[in-house]
């Protein structure tokens, strides 16, 4: 089972990735992999060595397939939320088109189960849809050959459910969304929001959905670009709108949370107040995870009681003070300001808690 809040358990098809922002920094995939990095071991090869030949914290790029755990959750029984690839990024460069569709075959052959997707590389995910719609370039019968030879060491456990399913997608952008999968993106701040928010609202997903952390600034997501083909008209993504298109622009989730680990980075609970502030006006459920190892304190609770948040009164209304708490993450709800304790879930799936 999984010790994130917001999921039941992890499957990792794949092992491996490289950073692409500062989101990356204190990866904690990576303080994992680096455990694990020894000769025999499951990432050995996937992390750089330091000058004596020891395994760091930090992805060398390469991206390894794990067949063998590809059809795990078809051993499932029990009905469960699945966070896939907690220890990469599905639409990494790195991996074929044809091993994420095997994924996606998968999924589709889980129906019990909900899969939440999380990508730093929506652009990419909309490459393989791209890919995906247009039969991946390949007749049917190549595909399911290119797809099977990605995933050749888990054929006996997968051919007979989810394997074969991938062909259904393949070619046939009519059966997407699957019902059951969840793709999200994960951003840290301005930048990165603008940038990868209009990518995943492209996409054809049950839920779209943004992982706000480690947050590192405040988003104000009416200040986010209205699409990738016009990046200079802004729009407000958890309302939607736009004319030119039948995309429903509009996001489904918001999760939200502080870094934490060696070297956290300030985590100002006004961002979080002003999210959630953002989410209840536009009927968007927010949910959040965690306050991290560095809380910070920004506005004068008085003010924060009043209903005043830091876009109603300019500047912070005195200088970031610590906020101190037992929890190591701050992830005990029981230690936060009541106003912070919101853990929604999509109201498609109502409201899980």
Known sequence: MSKIEWTDATWNPLRGCSRVSEGCRNCYAEVVARRFAGPGKPYEGLVRLDGEGKPRAR????????????????????PRMVFVNLMSDLFHEAVPFEYIAAVFGVMAAAPQHTFQVLTKRPERAAEFFEWAAEGGHLSPGDALRRCRRAAADALDTVSAGGLDLALRFVGRPEAWPLPNVWIGVSIEDPPTAQKRIPEILCLPAAVRWVSYEPALAGVDFARVPFHR?????????????????????????????????????????????????????????????????????????????????????????????????????????????????VREFPHAFGGRA
């Not at 006004?270 to 506005?299: D, E, H, N, Y």
């Not at 609770?301 to 300019?314: N, T």
């Not at 029981?334 to 106003?339: F, G, K, N, Q, R």
Request: proline residues 11%; charged residues 25%.
């Open 59 to 78: 992805w060398n790029g390469t991206v390894r397939q794990v067949p063998e755990h590809l059809g795990a959750p078809l051993r499932w029984r029990k």
């Open 229 to 341: 083909d016009h990046p200079l008209v802004p729009f407000n993504p958890l309302v939607g709108g736009g004319t030119h298109t039948d995309t429903p622009w509009r996001l489904d989730w918001v999760v939200i949370g502080g870094e934490s680990g060696p070297g956290a980075r300030p985590f100002d609970l006004a961002w979080a107040r002003s999210t959630i502030r953002q989410c209840r006006a536009a009927g968007v459920p927010v949910f959040v995870k965690q306050l991290g190892a560095a809380p910070m304190q920004s506005v004068e609770a008085s003010l924060v009681a009043a209903g005043l948040y830091p876009d109603d009164i300019g500047p912070a209304g005195r200088r970031p003070e610590r906020v101190h708490l037992r929890n190591r993450k701050g992830g005990d709800p029981s230690e936060w300001p009541e106003d912070l304790r």
